[in-house]
Each structure stands twice: as structure tokens, then as C-alpha cells.
């Protein structure tokens, strides 16, 4: 089972983020402001603490140790908010009275400085003091002070004051997710268009997506709006396709059933003949067609692997033309990818390898290499080669050069459709041994 | 001379076969793979033609199972898909040669006559080293059970040469025979390249390099 399914859309990944993460901080900022408040006020306390010993040893001193002479009452009332008590051998002074149980037996430890006693148990005097002890003595006599405040008191206002800053805290924790949500949801509207868009795209109330996208999203539409363009044109490309495809191929159907139909006419070899023709005109459109749908032509994420697929072709060659050798020449990377689409490219390859194999004599050879992106794919053969004023009229649709030779005569014709698919440059030359030399530029 | 037709199309097989026999072939006519595979086995053709899309599977799968039990009579295909790839597929799968429907019956017959007239005088021929095994009409060379790696015409005869003897320093001179190149002065660079790439097929430690002499094959390995 898992405890933390992740959040699909953007506004809640953001929520699931900032908001622990703005609560945790909060909290954190919370303990501290506790921590720092609690020291700075024992702190304070200590001081206050510490100067009223001092006042009251001042006072002690200027009085020669006569504790009596002291001025009590109102004064020590008005001056002092703290619990105290002064000792000396013939006198204890403690106020009030009641923290004498609390005080008593820090007059007895001997130990001067910062003193904190817990729970004493006492009804009337708190349980939690926090007291500073002074000896000295003034002649003779031994005096010890102690000043001592109810940390109680104290911890309750503490306790106080962090309850308001929690509260403060929450609700600004709520803050910040308004905040939050109101930041996100803003800058989240352009894609609520985009959505729209698609919608209505969906809906087909537009074509194509117009709105402004923000940067980020900008060749995501891009790249949207040229599939849909590259679609419409495939669409309308193979429907002009099947309609000129019907068109050719009705004609000649009618004219068979025609033939077959009509039982009063006897099927001799003129009309067996004008039949075949017929079907043979069938067969080359549909061919025709069929390659032409076939060809991808550049499209994005296609890559073929050239060096298998020549290989692989290479070597059925050899074993259809056994007496001729198949060579391939090439510095290329065993892994080395094109950008052409596989398909396409074996059928410039395998046209180009066929040809070259029906016309040699000994060897075919291929050539393929790379440079700054031009890819190139030479096909050179070692057979009779083709007259220089005949090279203008290779490639062309339906042309065979020799008609001895088996073939359609489509070949060259297919390997020059594939190659301007790709804006590219098909050459023709004389090979270094009086042959045909192919050189193909994508 | 035997021949086997296997095509679903009645009409088509009826008309073939017709013609077949015309041109002195005597036809056996089967519409299914599963019967095609026990015919192919039991019976000892000449030539077999055979269509790759069958009623009860594909004919390639067939002809495979031809050939892993030596069954070695060519066979010419007829596909109705003109694609490369395909054609590649039904060489590899163990065919001499395809034929693209339509297709006119003159055609196929001279192919049948030349695929006859190769297989003439052809036994089951392969050059052994080691772990590794040439097929000489095949063009192949196979590891032990692994795949088999075709092989372009030089790609070949190189190994051909080096297996034939192995153990044995062969000079670039020597090799340099098996090349058949369109270039007028081959050079040794064009053999270390084929080296590489064979190597690549078989190991780096098989072809090994003796400076200044030459290359041999490691059986051992």
C-alpha cells in the first residue's frame, strides 16, 4: 500500500509541498520563540535579581549592619516586588512572612549565587521559586541576603504570550495558504485556457489552438498545432490518394465484368489479352499508391539504423545474385542512427542495391558516410553503365533502359520520390569501372 | 521434377498448377501450413513455391521448420507485400528467392529454373573452427546454438580463408585476394577495417594479429 499517492495535478503537487512545509516552519519558529522567551526572561529575572541584593547589601552597609535601622514597610513595599530576606546573627527580617519555609533553608545552605527551588509544598507560598543569595559581612557581623521572585508568576504570563503567538501563528499558517492557493491558482489560469482550448478543439469548435500560452507551454502548443497540420495533410493527401486510386481502378473493372458478363461473346486470346492488360493496369496503380502511402518521409522521433539494415540487404542480395559480391565500404559507428524513417530507408537502399545488382558483372559496392549531418549513400556497380546523354532520363516513372531486363521500372523512380520527400539530392555518374555510380544526399 | 505448390487461393493454385505442369513440373498442391509441413518432410521434392499468408499460419514459420529439419530443397516465396524488409525476412527464414504477387507465370518459372539450377550439385556445406560454424550457402556464420550473423561477400571469403586453416598465419597479401573491391589499389587499411568488424562477430582474442606476418584463427578460443 502506499502511504503517499502523488498528486496529479500542479495546483495539488504545489499544496502538498508549501503546506507541510509552511506548517513545519511555522512550528519551528513557534519552539524557538518559546526557547528565546523563556531564557530572556530568566535572564531578566536574574539581573533584577542580582541589583536588588546589591541595593539592599548598600543599604545594609550604609546602615552599619543594623538591620533594625532599616527602613521597612512602605518603603521596602513600594521599592521591592520581590520576596526577600535578610539574616544576620541577632536579626532575620523575611517578607512576607509566609515564604519563610521556602527561604529559611537557603539561608542555611552556604551557597551564594542563582538558587531555584521546587515545590516546597507550602500553602500560601509558591511552588517554584527562583532566588540569588548574597553573604557578606559588615564588621563583623555576617550577613546573607537573598532576593527571590515566584517563577509561577512568571511562567503563567510566558505561557500566556505563547499562547498568542500560537494563535498569530495559525493564522497566518491560514494566511499563507490563502496566499498559496490565490498565487497558484493565478498562475495556473493560462493553462485552464490551454484546457479549454483542447476541449473545444475536441469538441471541434476550433481547428487549431490561438491562445496565448505562457512561455513555458509555447512549444507545447507549437509542436500541437504542426501534428495537427501534418494530420490534416496526411488526411487530405490519402484521401486524394483513394479517390484517384478508385478512379483508375473502376475503369478497368468495369471493363472485365463487362467482358465476363456478356455470354454471347466468346472469350478468344485478343480479349484474354485486353483482360490482362487491364488487371496488369490494376496492379500497377495500386502499387504505385501502395509505395506512395508507404513513405513516411522526415518525421519526428524516426530513426532507422543503417549499418544493419545495408547489411542485412547486402547479404540477401548476395544470396539472390550469388555470383556477384556485395561489399560494403564504411567508417560509420556499428550504432550509428539516421533520422530517416527504417521503411524509407530500405527502400532507397534496397532499390538502389537491386538496381546495382542487375547490371553488374562481379561487384556491387555501397558506400554510406556522414558528415555535419549530410548523410550520403553511394551505390556504385561495376556492370555496362548508362550513356551520358541517357543519365538525364534516369529515374523516370515507368522507364526501363534495357527492356530485356526483368523489373517495373519503378526502382530508380521510387528511390527519387523518397529522396525529395526528404529535400534531398539523388546524382548520377559513371562509376571508376565504366558502371553506374548512384550518389544519394539526405 | 517434384515441385510442391503451397497456396490458399484455390483459384490461383489451380491455375498455377495447371501451368507448372505444362512446363514439365509434377505438382503437388496443398492450401494449408499444417499440411505443407508434413509433405515438405516426408516427401522429397525439387523446389517448393510457397505462399506466406496462409489460412492456418504463417508460411515463413513453416519454411523454418523446414529447414531445422533439413529439409534443403529451394524454396521461392510469394509474398503479396513488395516490402524489403520482407524480403529480407524470407531469405533469413531459409528461401533462395521471392516473388511479389502478381506476378506473371513466365516469370516464376524461369526463377524455379534458376534456383533448381543453383541448388544443382549443392551439399550442406560448412567450414567448422572451434566454436564456430560457416554455412557456405547461406553466407552465415552461427556460435555454437547463438544467432546467426549474416555476412557481406569479403566479410565472408576473409573468414572463409582464415577458417579453413585455423592456426595458421595467413599475410595481408593473402587476404588481400579475398577482397573484391571497386577501388583499383585496395589498401591495408581496407583489411584491418574488415578485421575489425569480424572481430567484432567472433571475439577480439580469435583473429589474432602476428606483427609484421599476418592474422590466424584461435579454434581455441
Known sequence: MTVFRKPASVKGALLALLLPAGIGLMALAWLVHGLLLDRMAREFVESRLQDEVAFLEHQIRDSDGKLDTLQTG???????????????????????????????????????????????????APSDILAYRQSFRVGDTPIVVIVSEDLGALKRSQAELHAWTAIVSVL??????????????????????????????QDGEISRIDVQAPEEFRP??????????????????????????????????????????????????????????RLDDIDK?????????????????????????????????????????????????????????????????????????????????????????????????????????????????????????????????????????????????????????????? | MRLLLVEDDRLLADGLSGQLEK???????????????????????????????????????????????????????????????????GLKAGADDYLAKPFQTEELIARLNAIVRRSEGRVHSTVKAGRFELDENRQSLKLDDGPEHTLTGTEFRLLRCLMSRPGHVFSKEQLMEQLYNLNESPSDNVIEAYIRRLRKLVGTDTISTRRGQGYLFNDGV
Request: aromatic letters at 6%.
Open chain 1, 74 to 124: 512602605d518603603y521596602f513595599q513600594d521599592v521591592f516586588h520581590h520576596a526577600f530576606a535578610i539574616y544576620s546573627p541577632s536579626r532575620t527580617i523575611i517578607s512576607p512572612e509566609s515564604w519563610e519555609p521556602l527561604l529559611m533553608p537557603l539561608v542555611e545552605t552556604g551557597r551564594d549565587g542563582t538558587l531555584r527551588v521546587h515545590g516546597s509544598g507550602t500553602a500560601d
Open chain 1, 220 to 277: 507545447l502548443v507549437q509542436q500541437l498545432n504542426q501534428l495537427l497540420d501534418s494530420l490534416d495533410q496526411r488526411l487530405e493527401r490519402s484521401r486524394d490518394a483513394l479517390a484517384n486510386l478508385s478512379h483508375s481502378v473502376k475503369t478497368p473493372i468495369a471493363a472485365v465484368r463487362q467482358i465476363l458478363e456478356d455470354e454471347s461473346r466468346p472469350l478468344d486470346n485478343d480479349l484474354r489479352h485486353q483482360m490482362a492488360v
Open chain 2, 23 to 89: 512446363a514439365g513440373f509434377s505438382v503437388d498442391t496443398t492450401y494449408t501450413a499444417r499440411e505443407a509441413l508434413i509433405l515438405g518432410e516426408q516427401e522429397d521434392y525439387r523446389v517448393a513455391v510457397l505462399d506466406l499468408g496462409l489460412p492456418d499460419g504463417n508460411g515463413l514459420d513453416v519454411l523454418r521448420k523446414w529447414r531445422m529439419n533439413r529439409v534443403s530443397c529451394p524454396v521461392l516465396i510469394l509474398t503479396a507485400r513488395g516490402d524489403w524488409q520482407d524480403k529480407v525476412n
Open chain 1, 172 to 201: 497566518l499558517i491560514l494566511l499563507l495558504v490563502a496566499v498559496i492557493w490565490f498565487g497558484i491558482t493565478l498562475s495556473m489560469r493560462p493553462v485552464a485556457t490551454l484546457k479549454g482550448a483542447l476541449k473545444r478543439l
Open chain 1, 285 to 442: 496503380q495500386l502499387e504505385s499508391e501502395m509505395r506512395r502511402s508507404q513513405f513516411a518521409g522526415p518525421q519526428v522521433g524516426k530513426s532507422a539504423y543503417p549499418l544493419k539494415q545495408a547489411r542485412d540487404l547486402l547479404w540477401m542480395l548476395g544470396r539472390l545474385y550469388p555470383d556477384k559480391s556485395f561489399e560494403l565500404s564504411t567508417s560509420l559507428p556499428e550504432e550509428s542512427r539516421w533520422p530517416v524513417e527504417e521503411h524509407d530507408l530500405n527502400e532507397i537502399l534496397g532499390n538502389l542495391l537491386d538496381n546495382a545488382g542487375k547490371w553488374s558483372t562481379k561487384c556491387v559496392e555501397l558506400t554510406l558516410k556522414q558528415d555535419d549531418g549530410v548523410i550520403e549513400v553511394v551505390v556504385t556497380d561495376d556492370g555496362p553503365g548508362v550513356e551520358e546523354s541517357e543519365m538525364v532520363n534516369l529515374g523516370q516513372r515507368g522507364l526501363r533502359l534495357d527492356q530485356q531486363m526483368p523489373g517495373h521500372g519503378l526502382g530508380l523512380a521510387i528511390v527519387e520520390d523518397i529522396v525529395t520527400r526528404y529535400s534531398g539530392k539523388t546524382r548520377f555518374s559513371a562509376g571508376p569501372n565504366g558502371g553506374l555510380q548512384i550518389v544519394v544526399r539526405l
